[in-house]
């Protein structure tokens, strides 16, 4: 069956850069997504950030996203990587990678991983 495992996460400080990754096993068709989403303590889920099979990448337009996070894979059907630069305390979360035929939904995607914890202290 299709899994996602996220790894990465950790216990960082404030300024530092992290390098989350999302390895994808077990899929069986092609032309898919990968998403990360991550949730902060006390709020919804929220979108981060997508790759599509053929390359292309979307980001949050929130303002504690814009500029710092990057999606990335080195082909496409390897890991999907989330770089978070200049890491802040309002970054702590669950951060989660999604898979969903075509492109990543805000809520309704096929497969979730459980997660990898980021905890930035100040």
């Known amino acids: 069956q299709v899994q996602l495992v996220e790894t990465g996460g950790g216990l960082v400080q404030a300024g530092d850069s992290l390098k989350l990754s999302c390895v994808v096993s077990?899929?069986?068709?092609?032309?898919?997504?990968v998403g990360w989403f991550r949730q902060r303590p006390r709020k919804a889920r929220e979108f981060v950030a997508e790759?599509?099979?053929?390359?292309?990448?979307?980001?949050s337009s929130s303002a504690s996203i814009v500029g710092r996070f990057t999606i990335s894979r080195d082909r496409t059907e390897g890991p999907v990587t989330l770089q978070i630069d200049s890491l802040k305390p309002e970054d702590t979360a669950l951060y989660y990678c999604?898979?969903?035929?075509?492109?990543?939904?805000?809520?309704?995607?096929?497969?979730w991983g459980r997660g990898t914890q980021v905890t930035v202290s100040s």
């Open positions: 077990g899929v069986t068709f092609s032309n898919y997504a």
């Open positions: 999604a898979l969903n035929p075509l492109r990543i939904t805000a809520t309704d995607n096929k497969y």
């Open positions: 790759i599509t099979w053929g390359g292309v990448t979307t980001y």
